[in-house]
Nanobody, 123 residues
C-alpha cells in the first residue's frame, strides 16, 4: 500500500517562505513521479507542481512559477516544495501525490494522495 506523509506546514507570515516535505513508502515502483496539489477553503484541489523520477523533469502551475520550487531528495522517495514570497492566496491544505510520470500528474487525478498539511499565511 502506497503511503505519502507530508510535513512542514504551519503558520507563516506574509512574504516569508515555507518548505514542505513528503516521504513516499509502501509498494515499491521502479520509477514514479511525485507532486503537490493544494486546496484552499471552499475551493477545489488544484495542481501545484510535479517532478519526475530523474529529478530534472518538472511542471508548475502558472500561478506559482517563480515562487515555488519542487525538488527530489535522496533517497528519491522524498520530495520537497520550497515556497517563497507567500501570500494569502497560498493558504491551503497541501497534498503530496504520486503518479507514473509528470504528465500523468498534470492531466489525470492522482491515484495516491497524502493526508495533507495545512499552510496558513498571516498578514
Amino acid at each position: 500500500q502506497v503511503q505519502l506523509a507530508e510535513s512542514g506546514g504551519g503558520l507563516v507570515q506574509f512574504g516569508t517562505s515555507a518548505r514542505l516535505s513528503c516521504a513516499a513508502s509502501g509498494v515499491p515502483f521502479s520509477r514514479y513521479a511525485l507532486g503537490w496539489f493544494r486546496q484552499a477553503p471552499g475551493k477545489e484541489r488544484h495542481f501545484v507542481a510535479a517532478i519526475g523520477w530523474d529529478g530534472t523533469t518538472t511542471s508548475y502551475a502558472d500561478s506559482v512559477v517563480g515562487r515555488i520550487t519542487i525538488s527530489r531528495g535522496s533517497p528519491k522517495n522524498t520530495v520537497f516544495l520550497q515556497m517563497d514570497g507567500l501570500n494569502p492566496e497560498d493558504a491551503a491544505v497541501y497534498y503530496c501525490v504520486r503518479g507514473d510520470n509528470v504528465g500523468d500528474l498534470t492531466t489525470n487525478p492522482p491515484k495516491y494522495w497524502g493526508q495533507g498539511t495545512q499552510v496558513t499565511v498571516s498578514s
